[in-house]
């Protein structure tokens, strides 16, 4: 499955989550970030299937946020600010008391 997120005024880049997998006796979930400068792949591991799932998009969740903070622009999906993705620890860091 797959979400695009607008960056700054013109530039996107393109979330791919795929299936998790068997890690040994854990579950590894692959994401991929297609930036404008290419590709780069993350990950979460679990327990279950869900689990590493969760991880993998709070993983990418947290690469999204930490992009918009470094090059000082926004990070938008449809036509708003926010990602449409669950907050998960990685989107706390990032919110005021």
């Known amino acids: 499955m797959s979400r695009t997120f607008r960056i700054g005024a013109d530039g996107t880049v393109d979330l791919l989550v795929f299936q998790p997998r ?11 970030l297609q930036w404008p400068a290419g590709p780069a792949t993350y990950y979460g591991m679990g327990v279950d299937p ?12 947290l690469r999204l946020l930490l992009y918009a903070r470094d090059n000082d622009v926004e990070v938008q ?16 860091l990032f919110q005021s008391p």
């Open 50 to 61: 869900m689990q590493a799932l969760l991880l993998a998009i709070d993983h990418a969740h």
């Open 22 to 32: 068997p890690d040994g006796d854990d579950w590894r979930c692959d994401v991929e």
């Open 77 to 92: 999906w449809i036509d708003g600010l926010g990602l449409g993705l669950p907050d998960g620890h990685s989107a706390r």
